[in-house]
């Protein structure tokens, strides 16, 4: 899986900033009023030259900044702003992580899953450009940008650029607007892989949060990641218990936190413009493509396969005839759940040959639904098309679109043991209980 980090540090500072227009001079702290009982959400470089920082009780910031300003928080505006801003890239991925409480310690960082979207939007560095000028209206100065394979490598990658930059960790090698971080070791060939190679330059203390492990390590000379790398599991777990595995993994380059999506994962959805609007189905089907391979893509990354299928096919009316529906809706069940984004298209589009849309096409939207862990199939070592059962399965549902779902038959086993034959076997219909014929409204 490909996680883009997109990471402002001092978020809560900067929609203060960007409320007020300026902030009185000398140290800044943002949380409440001294004599409350909150804790310090966040402080401006002077009060953090004076030990201020995130999460100790407003109390205590006084006595070390006295002369600081304190500020009292807008918790529903700093959320509303980043829900508005998950709401804005929304429609480049449908797959976004992040919180909206002011509170948590991960506020100012969004996650967003890029697989399959080079098709729609660019390469990643013209995808992050595209994403960072969405956001410029909504959420003040331009942020951090990291790529990479895991969580931990992505956030890392992020917090190493400088605003407005890029770091990615791809295959290959690292590289970035701010330059290449470790590049040396990244094209060395690691067998590690591209994320571990990636890591290994860099300090241990990035791998916990903990002072205490922190402090250990460099007191056993392990003071790169690299060299965490090499040290046995079993070593790390006999010396530091739990955490000592989460320190091997991350070193290593493996992932430890799945990804989980601000959205339920059993639906993603994706929509595309097209201008000018197209009547030929050819072209719609070009657009189709592109869309279900993103969307195919992102279930594949999460482990996912989808059930069904609606594709919403919004109409120009400027040249149509006088009251065509102004959008069109499919839906279609899949024969079994699957992310082949080759076969949903030619499934789709067959619909669309059977009933082709009244106008052009200006706006198509496709929904993947009914999202399950995608199940493997064993196959037999000596019987060559052991999956001829799940093809059969998908060339039925594509007759039934060309020839109609009330000609095409299968024949499933009801009784075998019954005394008459016709009670054996039962007529069902190749949708397997499809609610969904095409529908315009």
């Known amino acids: 899986m490909r996680r883009l980090h997109l990471y402002w540090p001092h978020l809560l500072l900067d929609l203060a900033r960007h409320r007020s ?32 920082r995130r999460g100790i009780p407003l109390g205590a910031a006084h006595r070390l900044a006295p002369e600081a300003t304190f500020l009292d928080p807008a918790a529903e505006l700093d959320r509303a702003a980043v829900e508005a801003a998950f709401e804005t890239l929304a429609a480049f991925s449908p797959g976004l992580a992040g919180v909206v409480d002011p509170g948590d310690a991960a506020f100012g960082l969004i996650e967003v899953q890029i697989d399959g979207l080079e098709p729609l939007w660019g390469p990643e560095p013209v995808l992050v450009e595209r994403l960072v000028a969405a956001l410029r209206p909504i959420l003040p100065g331009p942020p951090r940008a990291g790529i990479a394979g895991t969580r931990f490598a992505a956030t890392v990658a992020a917090g190493l650029a400088v605003p407005g930059a890029l770091v990615a960790v791809d295959a290959v090698d690292t590289v970035g607007a701010v330059g290449a971080v470790g590049a040396e070791e990244a094209t060395s060939g690691s067998e590690l892989g591209a994320e571990a190679a990636f890591l290994a330059p860099l300090p ?129 069940r899949f024969p079994e759940p699957t992310a082949d984004a080759e076969a949903i298209e030619r499934l789709l589009f067959a619909r669309l040959e059977r009933m082709p849309p009244p106008a052009a096409v200006a706006r198509l939207e496709l929904e993947l639904a009914g999202a399950e862990p995608a199940a493997g199939q064993q196959l037999q070592l000596f019987v060559p098309q052991a999956a001829r059962g799940a093809r059969l399965g998908w060339q039925l549902a594509r007759l039934a679109m060309t020839f109609g779902e009330e000609v095409i038959r299968r024949v499933e086993l009801a009784d075998p043991e019954a005394p008459l034959p016709e009670h054996r076997w039962r007529w069902r219909s190749v949708s397997s209980g499809d609610s969904g014929s095409g529908a315009i409204r």
């Open 21 to 52: 227009g300026s902030f009185p001079p000398g140290p800044i702290v943002l949380g409440g009023q001294p004599w409350t009982n909150g804790t310090v959400l966040d402080a401006d470089p002077a009060a953090r030259a004076l030990g201020v």
């Open 204 to 332: 241990a203390g990035l791998l916990t949060p903990d002072q205490d492990i922190r402090a250990r390590l460099a007191r056993f000379g392990l003071r790169r990641i690299g060299a965490v790398a090499g040290l046995a599991r079993t070593a790390l777990v006999a010396r530091f218990g739990e955490e000592g595995a989460r320190i091997h993994s991350r070193a290593r380059g493996e992932e430890l936190e799945p990804f989980r999506p601000r959205r339920m994962p059993e639906r993603v959805v994706l929509a595309l413009p097209i201008e000018p609007a197209v009547s030929e189905l050819e072209a719609v089907r070009f657009v189709l493509r592109r869309v279900a391979t993103a969307l195919g893509a992102q279930l594949t990354g999460r482990g996912l396969a989808a059930t069904r299928a609606r594709l919403s096919l919004e109409l120009d009316l400027a040249f149509a005839v006088r009251g065509t529906p102004s959008q069109m809706e499919l839906e279609q």
